[in-house]
């Protein structure tokens, strides 16, 4: 995997350069010659790479309210089923950035793919069950549990079986990186227990499943946006601009009905619409950096994994585009 990964790295920051497309030019401030005003900075495009989850919603809203265009840049957003498609298109230099976990951070930087975290995002894990003999974590001890390997799925069940006073070796896990395929599976009793974001989480309590844990009741936060350095170079001002449209998406949903925009959410998320009344829209607080000891608890279980032997410390790791110290 890690030579697939230095292999594909020439890739990204060959495509990371070439998507400069003039941005110094593109995001000069607009000034004065003479007695007339220079046109605006053109509109910066920044693709995103994003999962259909919640921490996708305020990106969503503000393109489809055209938040983006206001602050002068232009939200591509793509969406991928699996964090593995996500991390093919961000590796082939299809997306600028991606929401990403803090174990995908930690495998980037040693492929040698230079990204950096640019800020947290809301998002939240779950670990489902619908075994009527599961009633904690604890209880998966000798149990099979569907998640994603290598990635925040099973970071954030280690730490769950770790509060649990369990350890990875006291489950069997089932590899299954799509992730409607895990609902799908644990529905039919194909397992124990499954790692699901929302919207699968509320389409699961639905059916009839059970959260055991999540991330929040956890304490665990491996949810981050993040970019290439080259993209952050080529595109800063661009990257500025977007998180501007963001917390006005974040101030939007405050101040207006969840009915205005959940048939939005449906279509783009993946709700399906006879859920609309058992959709919760998180409180989504305006965009902030991530905090370092989540970093360090994350790179600490990838080296464990044997994923991260590069001296790379959680500081390397975060840029200051957006936050500065």
């Known amino acids: 995997m890690k030579i697939a990964m230095l292999t594909a790295a020439v890739g990204l920051v060959a495509a990371g350069c070439g998507n400069s497309n003039n941005a110094n030019a593109g995001n000069a401030n607009t000034a004065s010659t003479g007695n007339a005003a220079e046109a605006p900075a053109e509109a910066v495009t920044i693709s995103l790479g994003l999962l259909p989850s919640i921490d996708a919603i305020p990106f969503i809203i503000a393109h489809?309210?055209?938040?983006?265009?206001?602050?002068?840049?232009?939200?591509?957003?793509?969406?991928?089923?699996?964090?593995?498609?996500?991390?093919?298109?961000?590796?082939?230099?299809?997306?600028?950035?991606?929401?990403?976990?803090?174990?995908?951070?930690?495998?980037?930087?040693?492929?040698g793919l230079d990204v950096k975290i640019t800020s947290t995002t809301t998002g939240e894990f779950d670990l489902l069950t619908g075994n009527a003999e599961v009633k904690e974590v604890k209880d998966l001890k000798g149990k099979t549990v569907i998640l994603s390997k290598n990635t925040s799925t099973q970071y954030t069940v280690a730490m769950m079986l770790k509060q649990a006073g369990l350890t990875e070796d006291d489950i069997t896990v089932t590899e299954?990186?799509?992730?409607?395929?895990?609902?799908?599976?644990?529905?039919?009793?194909?397992?124990?227990a499954a790692v699901l974001p929302e919207p699968f989480v509320t389409m699961g309590k639905t059916a009839g499943l059970r959260v055991l844990s999540s991330t929040h009741s956890a304490g665990i936060n491996p949810f981050v946006l993040a970019f290439p350095q080259s993209a952050i170079d080529a595109?800063?001002?661009?990257?500025?601009?977007?998180?501007?449209?963001?917390?006005?998406?974040?101030?939007?949903?405050?101040?207006?009905?969840?009915?205005?925009?959940?048939?939005?959410?449906?279509?783009?998320?993946?709700?399906?619409?006879?859920?609309?009344?058992?959709?919760?829209?998180?409180?989504?607080?305006?965009?902030?950096?991530?905090?370092?000891?989540?970093?360090?608890?994350?790179?600490?279980?990838?080296?464990?994994?044997?994923?991260?032997?590069?001296?790379?410390?959680?500081?390397?790791?975060?840029?200051?585009?957006?936050?500065?110290?």
């Open 64 to 111: 489809e309210q055209g938040f983006d265009k206001q602050h002068n840049v232009n939200l591509d957003i793509q969406t991928f089923k699996s964090a593995k498609d996500r991390d093919v298109a961000f590796q082939a230099g299809k997306v600028d950035g991606l929401s990403a976990d803090l174990v995908a951070i930690s495998i980037y930087n040693e492929a």
């Open 176 to 192: 299954v990186p799509q992730i409607p395929t895990r609902l799908e599976l644990l529905k039919n009793n194909k397992a124990d």
């Open 235 to 325: 595109k800063g001002q661009g990257i500025r601009d977007m998180y501007a449209a963001y917390d006005e998406a974040v101030d939007y949903m405050k101040t207006h009905d969840q009915s205005e925009y959940i048939d939005l959410i449906i279509k783009e998320v993946g709700y399906p619409d006879t859920l609309k009344n058992e959709i919760k829209v998180p409180e989504y607080l305006p965009a902030y950096q991530v905090d370092v000891k989540e970093v360090e608890a994350a790179f600490a279980w990838a080296r464990e994994k044997g994923l991260l032997t590069k001296n790379i410390s959680a500081e390397e790791v975060i840029s200051d585009v957006q936050f500065k110290e």
